[in-house]
């Protein structure tokens, strides 16, 4: 993980109750496209690893029946 260490997002929104003196309200910098490419790739590589795993247990499964 990294901290994202963008400025906020100002808006002129005098009449906010978090409004600063000036008028404006600082917003997090959240782009949805941005977070669902990274969850998917996240899922990829997680079914990635799942896959790689099975692959190998099933090879060490195999050996084990071989020496039988």
């Known amino acids: ?5 963008r400025e906020p997002e100002r808006c ?3 009449g906010h109750p ?6 404006y309200v600082a917003f997090p910098n959240i782009n949805p496209a941005e977070d669902m490419v990274d969850l998917m790739a996240a899922t990829r590589g997680y079914h990635s ?3 790689a795993m099975s692959a190998i247990k099933d090879m060490i499964q195999r050996s084990l029946d071989l020496m039988r």
């Open 49 to 51: 690893n799942v896959a």
């Open 1 to 5: 993980m990294i901290e994202d260490t």
């Open 18 to 23: 978090d409004a600063d003196a000036q008028g």
């Open 12 to 14: 002129y929104i005098p």
